[in-house]
């Protein structure tokens, strides 16, 4: 009798750990914006799932910024610069919008959550 309470325990234990190890494992979901090069301004999803992202901005032009918000988020890049920005942000049930400041009537997008 004690072999099986061993054994149930010892499956129990592997298959407790093994699910903890995969819910370490799941990735957070990436999506990605761009402001130029010319006067684009993209983003790559029109709806996306509430939770935690990591967003990617390749900011391909010095006269532009890429400027995200929505509930609790107000992240930017700055105008003058180039290259690669990262945030992780937790994304919440809502419409997000997104735009170049300097050039807000042109370049601007939305996205929702839910």
Do not use: Q
């Amino acid at each position: 009798m004690s072999r099986i309470r061993f054994a149930v325990a010892a499956s129990t234990a592997v298959l407790v750990a093994a699910a903890g190890a995969g819910s370490a494992l799941a990735a957070t979901p990436t999506l990605k914006g761009t402001d130029g090069p010319g006067f684009t301004i993209t983003f790559s999803a029109k709806t996306v799932k509430a939770g935690k992202h990591k967003i990617v901005i390749s900011d391909k032009s010095s006269i532009h910024n890429f400027h995200l918000t929505g509930p609790g988020v107000n992240k930017k890049t700055s105008v003058g610069g180039t290259g690669t920005t990262t945030w992780t942000v937790t994304l919440r049930k809502g419409t997000y919008k997104y735009v170049c400041d300097p050039h807000a009537s042109a370049m601007k997008g939305s996205f929702k959550v839910t």
